[in-house]
């Protein structure tokens, strides 16, 4: 660390990597000094684009750098839990792409590295450090609505400007589901919708999905439409996700797939926000409705890219002054359990209870409740 700013090193230079390197052109606390990617030419070709003075083959050198303070780890998802774990032993602050693995034992293993390290760990999550998600979980615990009783969210998978029905990046792990995990509804881009939920209603007791026979499988394994039912640990609180796929619904934004929006009733109010990753502009991001009156919230960031710059400067921020670093280990894990949870649910056509893949991540024996060892599901 030099002068306060903190030297920061990428691994995995792939697509989203570039919305990661934005949060260093005037970061006041970090600085993005090398680069490290497996394909031959890759890392270099970035260090150049992003004025960066060292660049790696092989992420280990990047790890045994006396000069680097931190890593941004952005891999495939099959190597997320393994790097994190050989970069917190190496003594680097460390922030991991989400999910923080496959499975939970995987999310155990890396939330016990974590435990016993010095440094900053976080999993990042772009959803939590955007606008409108921002500004509602300030309107909560503002008690604008009350004590928060039931969330619904709603995701409407579409087609994007430039044809793509899935969105997103094209790389070839992301298709093989031993390396992103399997189903990409509630696994990938469902891990965004399960952090909002936990990070505005509390952790998550018990899942319930339902698809109906003949569901479509699509991209990744991914079975739209579905319904997702939940209830959290403490509160009463209750929370619901509907899932569709309509391939005339055109999203907004061109390079995602998926318009959604969510509501949350309190004790004295409503909340909505209409502006999650896609959905059209004209309507206010977040609306709060109590006591007889509607109050339209305009002023609210709501540029997608915005937040992964603001997202980089909670890491760096964090390791120079304390400040909160988003998703610990443990609330990543129950993130990932969520999910994995309910994919498991879909198939068995049961409720599971997150606590089941817990301790199956913890190596108890729940054959019978479980998806498997560690809690992994794979389609």
Same mark, same amino acid.
């Given at each position: 660390?030099?002068?306060?700013?903190?030297?920061?090193?990428?691994?995995?230079?792939?697509?989203?990597?570039?919305?990661?390197?934005?949060?260093?052109?005037?970061?006041?606390?970090?600085?993005?000094?090398?680069?490290?990617?497996?394909?031959?030419?890759?890392?270099?070709?970035?260090?150049?684009?992003?004025?960066?003075?060292?660049?790696?083959?092989?992420?280990?050198?990047?790890?045994?750098?006396?000069?680097?303070?931190?890593?941004?780890?952005?891999?495939?998802?099959?190597?997320?839990?393994?790097?994190?774990?050989?970069?917190?032993?190496?003594?680097?602050?460390?922030?991991?792409?989400?999910?923080?693995?496959?499975?939970?034992?995987?999310?155990?293993?890396?939330?016990?590295?974590?435990?016993?390290?010095?440094?900053?760990?976080?999993?990042?999550?772009?959803?939590?450090?955007?606008?409108?998600?921002?500004?509602?979980?300030?309107?909560?615990?503002?008690?604008?609505?009350?004590?928060?009783?039931?969330?619904?969210?709603?995701?409407?998978?579409?087609?994007?400007?430039?044809?793509?029905?899935?969105?997103?990046?094209?790389?070839?792990?992301?298709?093989?589901?031993?390396?992103?995990?399997?189903?990409?509804?509630?696994?990938?881009?469902?891990?965004?919708?399960?952090?909002?939920?936990?990070?505005?209603?509390?952790?998550?007791?018990?899942?319930?999905?339902?698809?109906?026979?003949?569901?479509?499988?699509?991209?990744?394994?991914?079975?739209?439409?579905?319904?997702?039912? @939940? *209830?959290?640990? =403490? +509160?009463? %609180?209750?929370?619901? $996700?509907?899932?569709?796929? #309509?391939?005339?619904?055109?999203?907004?934004?061109?390079?995602?797939?998926?318009?959604? @929006? *969510?509501?949350? =009733? +309190?004790? %004295?109010?409503?909340? $909505?926000?209409?502006?999650? #990753?896609?959905?059209?502009?004209?309507?206010?991001?977040?609306?709060?409705?109590?006591?007889? *009156?509607?109050?339209?919230?305009?002023?609210?960031?709501?540029?997608?890219?915005?937040?992964?710059?603001?997202?980089?400067?909670?890491?760096?921020?964090?390791?120079?002054?304390?400040?909160?670093?988003?998703?610990?280990?443990?609330?990543?894990?129950?993130?990932?359990?969520?999910?994995?949870?309910?994919?498991?649910?879909?198939?068995?056509?049961?409720?599971?209870?997150?606590?089941?893949?817990?301790?199956?991540?913890?190596?108890?024996?729940?054959?019978?409740?479980?998806?498997?060892?560690?809690?992994?599901?794979?389609?």
């Amino acid at each position: 660390m030099t002068a306060d700013r903190i030297r920061v090193g990428i691994i995995g230079a792939g697509q989203i990597a570039e919305l990661h390197a934005a949060g260093y052109v005037d970061n006041p606390t970090g600085e993005l000094c090398a680069v490290a990617d497996v394909r031959p030419g890759v890392a270099e070709e970035r260090a150049r684009k992003w004025g960066v003075p060292k660049h790696y083959l092989d992420y280990r050198e990047l790890l045994m750098d006396q000069d680097i303070d931190a890593v941004e780890i952005l891999l495939p998802h099959d190597l997320h839990a393994a790097v994190a774990i050989e970069a917190l032993e190496a003594g680097k602050h460390v922030s991991l792409q989400k999910p923080i693995g496959l499975s939970v034992s995987e999310g155990l293993r890396v939330s016990d590295a974590a435990a016993r390290a010095t440094s900053v760990f976080r999993v990042f999550e772009n959803y939590l450090t955007y606008g409108p998600y921002i500004r509602a979980k300030q309107v909560i615990d503002a008690g604008d609505i009350g004590d928060p009783l039931a969330i619904r969210v709603k995701s409407v998978h579409g087609p994007t400007g430039s044809g793509n029905q899935s969105g997103g990046s094209n790389e070839d792990w992301r298709q093989d589901p031993l390396r992103s995990g399997g189903d990409h509804a509630l696994l990938d881009y469902g891990h965004h919708v399960a952090s909002v939920i936990h990070r505005l209603m509390g952790p998550v007791e018990a899942v319930h999905t339902m698809r109906p026979d003949g569901a479509v499988v699509e991209r990744q394994s991914a079975a739209v439409p579905a319904t997702v039912s @939940w *209830t959290h640990e =403490t +509160g009463g %609180r209750i929370g619901s $996700w509907e899932m569709l796929r #309509r391939p005339d619904f055109m999203a907004h934004i061109p390079e995602y797939g998926v318009n959604e @929006w *969510t509501e949350i =009733t +309190g004790s %004295r109010g409503v909340m $909505w926000i209409t502006r999650g #990753r896609n959905f059209p502009p004209g309507t206010a991001p977040v609306i709060v409705h109590r006591n007889g *009156t509607t109050l339209p919230m305009d002023d609210v960031q709501t540029d997608w890219e915005s937040s992964f710059v603001r997202g980089v400067h909670d890491f760096t921020e964090a390791i120079v002054n304390g400040s909160e670093v988003g998703l610990s280990a443990r609330a990543a894990t129950s993130v990932l359990a969520f999910g994995l949870a309910a994919v498991y649910s879909g198939k068995s056509r049961r409720e599971v209870r997150l606590s089941d893949l817990e301790n199956a991540g913890a190596g108890n024996d729940v054959s019978a409740a479980g998806p498997g060892p560690g809690g992994n599901v794979r389609t």
